[in-house]
């Protein structure tokens, strides 16, 4: 069955129809406005109350439809997981840094959502995985202990708001005990002494010849400082490692793990949560003393954070991070090829196409209550398959195909 799903307009998304997410949108619902002057920031694939998706049709929401019909789940999910899809599929379009943030693994949850409902929605942990569909630039995961040194050795002004006592104890002993303790100078050091060393660094790197402005990530430094002036964040560049994924790369990001995405479009899947702690290149709110204290503060090249998939067959590829809660297929059919039938699994999945055609779908066996059959799809076809329901498509001659397929492997 075809889906109609949530868009949600952050500020820091692509405006118009410049956005993957409303040119997404829009081809499946071509009455959605799209104003230039709004950014579109993420489309939601899913049950998550803050934006369920709605059968085409019927207009019944897919978590009411599953409450009716728990079956299409599947008897691994419902095993491990109840009556409820586990994951949250996304499409991202961002145009500015996203907050600099880590997400609590599942008793810090729940003990988040006692203490702070307001802020922590719901009790539930949200490891991610990140696929790129263009190239995506992220922060992610503390720099190799080498290349922390380097930065607090050439760069007084890190120093000055991690400490230089602090800076010198990182140097001579390069531990996680002691990057935290830099960590969390510098994410609590007063506003007037970032705004000052902030200001300094500008300064210094404006006047920098080119190769050493790059090696000291100037234009980054510059972007970011532009977009949050005074913000501590901007700081945050020389600690964590940057890292841009090309499309079809992937990278997992377990619980604790800092991270905040920059630039680019990406396929986002995710434990069915909203929780988020933040500090940093954010007007929200910031809960740094929770952030601090929860971190891993493992140091490890950027590449090591790069997720490899598993290639099932000619044209799919499955991305199956280390937890139950999700997988995703990244499935590229290319132009010739008459017929591809995705494989039954078993547990409910759902299948976004980003682009390209299918003149003829079908979708074998019938789910209970299911309205009348799919039977064409196109870029920003949405559709919900139920657990051990194969999907066979007949690409539109001349056209590649490339679509994703959140799912459970259990």
């Known amino acids: 069955m075809e889906l109609e799903c949530a868009v949600q307009k952050y500020a820091w998304g692509v405006h118009g129809l410049k956005s993957s997410v409303a040119q997404l949108a829009k081809a499946v619902s071509p009455d959605l406005e799209v104003s230039e002057e709004e950014p579109f920031a993420e489309l939601w694939m899913g049950t998550h109350p803050s934006g369920p998706s709605v059968i085409k049709g019927s207009g019944e929401t897919l978590g009411h439809y599953i409450r009716r019909h728990p079956g299409v789940l599947g008897t691994p999910v419902i095993q491990t997981f109840g009556e409820q899809l586990p994951f949250l599929f996304k499409v991202l379009s961002v145009n500015q840094a996203l907050s600099i943030q880590a997400h609590p693994n599942k008793s810090h949850a729940e003990e988040l959502h006692q203490e702070r409902p307001d802020v922590y929605k719901d009790p539930n942990h949200k490891?991610?995985?990140?696929?790129?569909?263009?190239?995506?630039?992220?922060?992610?995961?503390?720099?190799?202990?080498?290349?922390?040194?380097?930065?607090?050795?050439?760069?007084?002004?890190?120093?000055?708001?991690?400490?230089?006592?602090?800076?010198?104890?990182?140097?001579?002993?390069?531990?996680?005990?002691?990057?935290?303790?830099?960590?969390?100078?510098?994410?609590?050091?007063?506003?007037?002494?970032?705004?000052?060393?902030?200001?300094?660094?500008?300064?210094?790197l404006s006047e920098m010849d080119s190769a050493k402005g790059d090696e000291l990530l100037r234009d980054l430094f510059i972007t970011l400082h532009d977009k949050y002036p005074g913000d501590v964040g901007c700081f945050s560049i020389y600690l964590l490692n940057y890292l841009t994924l090309q499309p079809g790369q992937a990278m997992f990001l377990g619980p604790?793990?800092?991270?905040?995405?920059?630039?680019?479009?990406?396929?986002e899947c995710m434990a069915c949560s909203d929780n988020v702690v933040r500090a940093g290149l954010t007007p929200k709110y910031q809960d740094v003393e929770t952030l601090v204290s929860m971190l891993e503060y493992t140091m490890m090249p950027a590449e090591s954070r790069n997720f490899e998939g598993f290639k099932m067959d000619n044209y799919t590829i499955l991305y199956n991070p280390p937890v139950p809660d999700f997988a995703v297929d990244m499935i590229e059919v290319p132009s010739g090829v008459e017929q591809y039938t995705l494989r039954p699994v078993e547990s409910a999945s759902i299948v976004l196409v980003v682009e390209g055609e299918a003149s003829k779908v079908e979708v074998s066996p019938s789910a209970p209550g299911e309205l009348p059959q799919v039977t064409s799809l196109h870029r920003g076809s949405v559709i919900f398959l139920a657990a051990d329901q194969s999907l066979t498509l007949r690409p539109t001659s001349g056209s590649r195909l490339l679509a994703f397929r959140a799912l459970c492997v259990l």
């Open 127 to 204: 490891p991610e995985m990140t696929i790129a569909l263009t190239p995506f630039q992220a922060l992610c995961g503390f720099r190799p202990a080498q290349e922390i040194t380097k930065h607090l050795t050439e760069l007084p002004e890190l120093q000055q708001v991690v400490g230089e006592e602090n800076a010198k104890t990182f140097i001579e002993e390069p531990t996680e005990a002691n990057l935290k303790t830099c960590f969390s100078m510098m994410m609590n050091a007063p506003k007037e002494n970032i705004e000052s060393a902030l200001s300094d660094l500008l300064a210094r």
């Open 256 to 267: 604790n793990i800092i991270h905040a995405y920059l630039f680019g479009d990406c396929i």
